[in-house]
């Protein structure tokens, strides 16, 4: 993650929030932890998922970066999604994601504000992978 921006405290509490996505429904959440006063964090942590061949076309990930608020609700502070759906960078990582499994494949992303509605679904009727 790039640097971030001071809020009105002067620091960022943050942590990452990975959601595994299958047919835009978020199934599996993941969690880094949180990094104290730091606006350039560092995660030295690996978050796995499986997901079977024959589900990875309508799969994704969700990536949420929030501030850790121990007084008040948490602070979004970007967003993206990784799948076959996404923007046009999204999509060549997520492909090359995709085409090299069991391999790190790392890339600089920058952070959004999305409209849940585009990528996710409220319904729960789908199988997870």
Same mark, same amino acid.
């Given at each position: 993650?790039?640097?971030?921006?001071?809020?009105?405290? /002067?620091? $960022?509490?943050?942590?990452?929030?990975?959601? #595994?996505?299958?047919?835009?429904?978020?199934?599996?959440?993941?969690? *880094? @932890?949180?990094?104290?006063?730091?606006?350039?964090?560092?995660?030295?942590?690996?978050?796995?998922?499986?997901?079977?061949?024959?589900?990875?076309?309508?799969?994704?990930?969700?990536?949420?970066? /929030?501030? $850790?608020?121990?007084?008040?609700?948490?602070? #979004?502070?970007?967003?993206?999604?990784?799948?076959?759906?996404?923007? *046009? @960078?999204?999509?060549?990582?997520?492909?090359?994601?995709v085409y090299r499994p069991n391999q790190t494949v790392s890339?600089?992303?920058?952070?959004?504000?999305?409209k849940e509605s585009r990528y996710l679904r409220t319904s729960?009727?789908?199988?997870?992978?």
């Open positions: 993650m790039k640097k971030l921006t001071m809020d009105d405290r /002067n620091y $960022y509490y943050p942590y990452v929030k990975v959601y #595994l996505l299958y047919q835009c429904q978020r199934i599996e959440k993941k969690k *880094t @932890q949180i990094i104290f006063k730091d606006l350039n964090p560092v995660y030295e942590e690996s978050l796995t998922f499986s997901v079977t061949r024959d589900k990875i076309k309508d799969s994704g990930i969700h990536v949420v970066v /929030n501030d $850790y608020d121990k007084w008040g609700a948490n602070e #979004l502070i970007g967003e993206l999604v990784l799948s076959s759906r996404s923007g *046009t @960078q999204e999509i060549k990582h997520w492909n090359e994601t890339e600089w992303h920058a952070l959004k504000k999305l729960s009727s789908t199988k997870p992978p």
